[in-house]
Antibody
Framework: EVQLVESGGDLIQPGGSLRLSCAAS????????MTWVRQAPGRGLEWVST????????YFADSVKGRFTISRDNSRNTLYLQMSSLRVEDTAVYFC?????????WGQGTLVTVSS | DVVMTQSPLSLPVTLGQPASISCRSS???????????LCWFQQRPGQSPRRLIY???NRDSGVPDRFSGSGSGSHFTLEISRVEAEDVGVYYC?????????FGQGTKVEIK
């Protein structure tokens, strides 16, 4: 059974940094590109970032470019999202997804709240 | 960026009746490999989204056959043949052809 479990969400002050993790199981992690999508409270879905299966390619939404970094450790079956210079508008549930063209599985999400 | 426009944004439906959601993209979603990367996701209240349809018309395993996807190019439709109570939620289309990936605004399906 495919499982994606996000962690690392927290209450953080504007300007701060945070690292999210996504632990994958039930499939061959190193064969799949992975994606982060976020959802602000009561709002729709926003694509954030994608990383290729081997980490050789990364893509970012303009809203996070230069502030967020995506990475993966295929030996640990884990995806990361390093977030810095956080803004109030980054407040959202962050979901980890398998795939990048037709993502098929989502995690349960982890809540990031940016507030003073 | 490719803009995904869904309509309607709110859809009250009577149980057992059909429902239809439209999703239009500002550019063709036909990829250079010949595929059309348009997905539909369902988000029930309090849950993560789950994929229902991929490549415009392919239903995922375990998805009831009352759900169907159709369309091509830049106009797509999700249809529910007979709405059931468990179908309440928000439905999103998403394009995976162009960067950045983009979602529709979401359509909230509720029971009248």
């Amino acid at each position: 059974e495919v499982q994606l479990v996000e962690s690392g969400g927290d209450l953080i002050q504007p300007g701060g940094s945070l690292r999210l993790s996504c632990a994958a199981s039930g499939f061959t992690f190193s064969n799949h590109a992975m994606t982060w999508v976020r959802q602000a409270p009561g709002r729709g879905l926003e694509w954030v970032s994608t990383i290729t299966y081997d980490g050789g390619g990364t893509y970012f939404a303009d809203s996070v470019k230069g502030r967020f970094t995506i990475s993966r450790d295929n030996s640990r079956n884990t995806l990361y999202l390093q977030m810095s210079s956080l803004r109030v508008e980054d407040t959202a549930v962050y979901f980890c997804l398998r795939g990048y063209m037709t993502p098929d599985f989502w995690g349960q999400g982890t809540l990031v709240t940016v507030s003073s | 960026d490719v803009v995904m426009t869904q309509s309607p944004l709110s859809l009250p439906v009577t149980l057992g009746q059909p429902a239809s959601i439209s999703c239009r993209s500002s550019q063709s979603l036909v990829h250079s490999d010949g595929n059309t990367y348009l997905c539909w996701f369902q988000q029930r209240p309090g849950q993560s989204p789950r994929r229902l349809i991929y490549k415009a018309s392919n239903r995922d395993s375990g998805v009831p056959d009352r759900f169907s996807g159709s369309g091509s190019g830049s106009h797509f439709t999700l249809e529910i043949s007979r709405v059931e109570a468990e179908d309440v939620g928000v439905y999103y289309c998403m394009q995976g052809t162009h960067w950045p990936r983009t979602f529709g605004q979401g359509t909230k399906v509720e029971i009248k």
